[in-house]
């Protein structure tokens, strides 16, 4: 491509992401906007008083989220990881059965699955727990990592580990110099959709947490509910960013053919 | 490890199955001279691979045994046994310089910087790539390739060297560059060498013994030359292009069948056999003499480089020899053919 086909399809894209935050940041800043004003008429500092508040519930509940979104991505990447390797490398009995069976929690809707498996948060004392919580987001996110890690593992020839072995390099240090390099824009794709998943999760978080446990999700609702436009738009944009942030982050990182390979594209 | 002596291998009762009942290698007995360089002959599928994985240690055998100086080495993981393998694609590590290839086995033994350095370098020399340690990987040909997978198999200084058919994907004007400097490269370390292929002139050419394997198992181990001089069996002399095999029986020192009645070694065990011949050592001649049979031409085809004949004895079995391509042959025509009784081998039926 062209330079300049480049550089109009990269202003599009920015334009496209971040033009539809710019009312959302206004609204934020501003405690007056009627119309027909283009832009708002007076400004507050309310809604960034809200959010950076050392004591308050926003950044307490951005804390909780990270911890739990990230906690997830790990787990669900390093379950992935075994999941993935044995869908993408063995042809075993039954592998298109346990591909089914992987996605049939997506299949179902969350709140059914979660409904069902409620009983068993209460009685093991997980819910109203972060563990807990960290466990009910496995379940929409385990699937998706291992189809991710399958296909990847799909495309890596296992001689390269064969090769690394007769070298003399043990197990731990072929996967880590060997396999890890070959596999991973994959495994990033697979923690940053996992990270993505649990980030924005509602419902399951609403059930196994109870409401003691405060995401942003959780939170944005009730001030979204709260009818105070301020407040609400600036908790939106501490919800939106990080996500956008990693997104933009992950895709400068795996520059060039691997973001092709992995649909990513570079930002 | 430390091969300047030479390491004996020894393969024993070797059995692996992949699926029960179906063996992939079904009892394959190898004894490897000191510092010789042993080809594994063999069509695909034979087992030959399989093999050479399980001295690699990337396969655990059924049953058997291999040695190495007379020590087991089975129950050790891949990673601790004296071998280095290269396989038929030179699997370089994408994300490493060519430098940093050849000096993994190093670093994985945690050999210090400088010592890795240096040898990375002596290790390029040998397989004439020097000045190349900074390459990345993605920038080589794929003869250069294979030879920096050389080097990175020899750079520990391994007690035996596996080859899994590493020249059959180049080019064949390269493959015999990279044949020659295999060869050259192999005697001057010393190194005991297994080397699997299914190319027959690649083993005669490159081999001090070749084993070939059929089905699983050795069905020969030899010098070379006596694949074709003294073929252990039809299937032997057929892998190896012989064209001539004549069903008959033993009995007083001479084999009689197809028409023929030729004098045997001494020693030949009496009943049915085959006696074979290569159509190397056949020629038409002028007139009758000892030795010369009676035949008719039934078909003669020009190759450029010598001439295919094949001739009809008096019970129409048929017979082929190649003859210097100035031969002047009369399809249909009686002629006479020379048999040297020397060149014929009795193999059991």
Known sequence: MSGIRRSVGLGLLVVGILVPFVPLALTAVSSGWRYPALVPQTFTGRGVALV???????????????????TVAVVAALVGLCGGRALGLHRFRGRRLVQFLLLAPVLVPGFAVTFGLQVFFIRYGLADTVPGVVLVHLVPTIPYVTLVLGATFASFDVSYEEQARVLGAG??????SVTLPAIRPGLCVAALFAFLISWSEYVLTLLIGGGTIR????????????????????????????????????????????????????? | MGSSTGTAVSLRGLRKAYQRGVPAVDGVDLEVAPGSL?????????????????????????????????RSIIG???????????????????????????????????????????????MLELVRLPDLAHRKVGQLSGGQEQRVALARALVTDPAVLLLDEPLSQLDAALRIEMRDLVAGVQRELGVTTLFVTHDQDEAVALADKVALVL??????????????ERPASVAVARFFGGRNAVP??????????????????TGTPPGDGTLVVRQESLALVERPAPDVVPVRVIAARYLGTAMTVTVELADTTRLELTAPPATAVAVGAPAHLHLPPEACTIVPT
């Open chain 2, 215 to 228: 089905d699983g198992r050795v069905v020969q181990h030899a010098e070379p030359r006596v694949f074709y």
């Open chain 1, 215 to 267: 995401t942003l999700p959780l939170l944005l609702f009730s001030y979204i509910g709260s009818a105070d436009l301020t407040e609400a738009a600036s908790v939106s944009l501490v919800f939106a960013l990080p996500p956008l942030v990693l997104v933009v982050a992950a895709s400068r990182y795996l520059t060039g053919a691997q973001s092709g390979v992995v649909g990513l594209g570079r930002l």
């Open chain 2, 248 to 265: 008959g029986r033993v009995a007083g020192g001479r084999f009689t069948g197809g028409g023929l009645d030729v004098a045997v070694p």
């Open chain 2, 38 to 70: 042993v080809a594994l002959l063999g069509p695909s599928g034979c087992g030959k691979t399989t093999t050479l994985k399980m001295v690699a240690g990337l396969l655990d055998p059924d049953e058997g045994d291999v040695r190495f100086d007379d």
């Open chain 1, 171 to 176: 197990p731990v240090r072929t996967f880590v």
């Open chain 1, 52 to 70: 950076f508040d050392p004591d308050g519930e926003v950044l307490a509940a951005l804390l909780t989220s990270f911890t739990i979104a990230v």
């Open chain 2, 76 to 122: 050790l993981a891949a990673e601790k046994r004296p071998v280095a393998m290269v396989f038929q694609k030179p699997l370089l590590f994408p994300h490493m310089t060519v430098g940093q290839n050849v000096g993994f086995g190093l670093r994985v033994r945690r050999t210090a910087k400088a010592a890795i350095a240096a040898r990375v370098a002596e």
